[in-house]
């Protein structure tokens, strides 16, 4: 087996990972390694939408924002650590600002402002966007940085386990992806960047080639922070995309298809077909689901498909033809709908046409992609996006495991509700924030022994991995995903739920007859373990949640039988309860007790600090240690 040895290593090279790699250099950090899957995965370089958004302190114009208000309109989002808000907003211009000086083509006008827009949960038109390809691009730039400073990078890695001594890090066990050999790094310091638990749904937005380790960190000892809270929005099938913003504010046919034929399903609602094109005009602002949004809002958009895709149809977004088959009443509509529609000159007979007049690179991707919207219709589901939970994390983003820190979407640093385009702002400032601590610490930790069990129990697992004697690991895991999908995403109930958890136990007790068929896939009997640990998790805090609080808030919808919502003509599995006010919201840990058991508790949020910012008292703390004290 091969053994490394570094005082830091960075796993995950999106636009985190990268970042903090980057960081690190620039800190004056040289003992280090970044080491990834590969540079080409992952949702940094694979996803997007009709216009991706960042999140920033405004700079532009005379829009009054400051870095209290721009904390403030995080922390209101609920169950939000007052901190993280306060880090996450006192560095966003930065962390802005360094992309655009290493060529992410934000747009500025000619007195060289970034301009921005308003996003989703957000007063301040703090949003900006370079386009569909934001984060692919905010990548590409951080790799050519990294790749300037000839940073250390080792591809075709997966991380499968984090060894520890007590609480503390002391090495990190990998495999080869291409030959399923062991290798062993043991360092100082760990930067997890490996993104959002994307590989536990099988319907997810989520590029392929993500999968996450959220259960590689809840094994080492690890918390997880608002597991609960999630963004579930319609996305394509193939590609895996973003179906938000442009594509429907043109007002596209929604059809769902099975061995009878075609279904006009939003025709056959009971609501007024004027006030339906306004909730999918609304769908394109309010693109993710949202529970205070199915009775007089867009998520009514989202059920509706969901009790599709339930019977078993394909639900298609169909863009040749309009809703119901007949013109737009322009001198009808919705006033907020048809100022849009008017003045961006977007009035034209379909609604592929109007996409090409309104958003023409929004048309252009799919053409791209093989799919052309004159012709043919676009597949469509309810997925998983973005985990705005994540792994628990302090002010400098370290985890209860000494020695780690977890930056970008695996961290959890959000709470409910999040402005559109806080992720990608987050993964700069959590990994700036980890960078700076290592780099300021002034004593590093010596590699510590580990319990030699754990490392044993990986290395029989590869040794058993191939054969035929066994269950096939590959269908089981995409047999899980479906049981994940159908039971915990946007629409929960306690018996579903159950039903799945008991699912997954049994399928960690039954691992070792779990078999792939060569070598080479070996890491996918890995991701499939990772994704099982994690799926525990988040179903036990789910359920939790459902049986202690059980309101529903956010992207979720909590059925219960007693509810005081129930809106029309839905069945009763739609009878909710709403949580009255997110400021009253808790935060929710869980974690793996020693028995591999999940606990689960409740605390309020953390307030926003109130720091001492007199500058000569700040300027004399920084003299001293820098900013960490």
């Not at 966007?129 to 984060?135: I, Q, R, V």
């Not at 790094?185 to 590029?207: E, K, N, Q």
């Not at 608002?226 to 929604?254: A, D, I």
């Not at 394909?314 to 008017?342: A, S, T």
Request: with cysteine; hydrophobic share 35%.
């Amino acid at each position: 087996m091969v053994e490394k040895t570094y005082k830091t290593v960075v796993v995950g090279s999106g636009a985190a990972g990268l970042n903090a790699a980057d960081c690190l250099y620039d800190f004056g950090e040289r003992d280090f390694v970044l080491i990834t899957e590969s540079l080409f995965y992952g949702t940094s370089r694979n996803t997007g939408s009709d216009k991706q958004t960042y999140y920033k302190l405004s700079l532009s114009g005379s829009d009054q924002d400051s870095v209290g208000k721009m904390a403030l309109d995080y922390f209101n989002g609920g169950a939000v650590d007052g901190e993280h808000a306060l880090v996450e907003a006192a560095l966003s211009a930065q962390g802005f600002l360094k992309l655009a000086s290493l060529g992410v083509p934000f747009p500025k006008n000619r007195y060289g402002e970034y301009v921005g827009y308003k996003t989703d949960h957000d007063p301040c038109r703090r949003a900006t966007s370079a386009g569909p390809y934001t984060s692919k691009y905010m990548s590409e730039a951080l790799l050519d940085s990294v790749r300037r400073k000839h940073v250390e990078i080792l591809e075709d890695l997966m991380l499968v386990r984090i060894l520890t001594c007590g609480d503390e890090l002391s090495a990190l066990l990998f495999i080869e992806r291409s030959t399923g050999e062991p290798v062993l790094v043991h360092a100082s310091y760990l930067i997890l960047a490996t993104g959002g638990p994307a590989g536990i749904y099988r319907m997810s937005v989520y590029p392929e080639s993500q999968f996450g380790a959220s259960g590689v960190a809840f094994e080492a000892g690890c918390r997880g922070k608002n597991l609960t809270e999630w963004q579930y929005g319609l996305g394509s099938v193939r590609p895996r995309w973003n179906v938000s913003g442009s594509y429907m504010q043109v007002l596209p046919r929604f059809v769902s298809v099975d061995k009878e034929g075609e279904h006009d399903f939003l025709s056959e609602f009971p609501l007024d077909r004027l006030e339906m094109l306004r909730r999918i005009f609304l769908k394109g602002y309010q693109w993710p689901f949202d529970v205070r949004k199915i009775e007089n809002g867009s998520s009514l958009i989202d059920v509706l498909c969901y009790l599709e895709l339930e019977k078993g149809r394909k639900v298609y977004l169909d863009f040749m033809h309009n809703p119901d088959l007949g013109p737009i009443p322009w001198c009808d509509l919705d006033q907020e709908v048809g100022d849009y529609l008017r003045t961006s000159g977007s009035m034209q007979d379909t609604p592929v046409e109007r996409l090409e007049h309104l958003n023409m690179p929004a048309y252009s991707f799919y053409k791209e992609k093989g799919i052309d919207l004159e012709k043919e219709m676009l597949e469509i589901s309810l997925c998983a996006q973005h985990n705005n939970g994540g792994i628990s994390i302090d002010l400098w983003w370290r985890t209860d495991v000494k020695g780690m820190f977890v930056v970008g979407e695996a961290a959890g640093s959000h709470g409910i509700y999040r402005p559109g385009g806080s992720a990608l702002n987050a993964s700069q400032a959590g990994s700036y924030r980890a960078a700076e601590f290592i780099s300021r610490s002034k004593t590093v930790p010596a590699s510590k022994p580990f319990a030699k069990s754990r490392l044993d129990e990986i290395l029989s697992i590869i040794s058993a991995a191939v054969g035929n004697d066994g269950i096939d690991a590959e269908k089981e895991y995409l047999r899980m995903k479906d049981v994940m999908s159908l039971a915990a995403s946007c629409i929960r109930d306690v018996p579903g739920m159950e039903k799945a958890l008991d699912e997954v136990v049994k399928c960690l007790a039954a691992f070792s007859s779990y078999r792939v068929g060569h070598r080479n896939r070996i890491w996918m009997l890995f991701e499939f373990r990772n994704a099982l640990v994690t799926q525990k998790v988040y179903l036990s805090a789910m359920i939790d949640y459902a049986k202690r609080v059980g309101k529903s808030r956010g992207g979720a919808l909590y059925s219960r039988k007693d509810g005081a919502v129930h809106p029309a003509h839905l069945d009763d599995r739609f009878r909710y309860n709403l949580e009255d006010d997110p400021l009253e919201s808790m935060v929710q840990e869980a974690w793996l007790d020693p028995g591999e058991n999940v606990r689960i508790s409740y605390r309020r949020p953390h307030p926003i600090p109130c720091d001492d910012n007199f500058f000569e008292n700040v300027w004399t703390r920084y003299r001293k240690d820098g900013c960490v004290y």
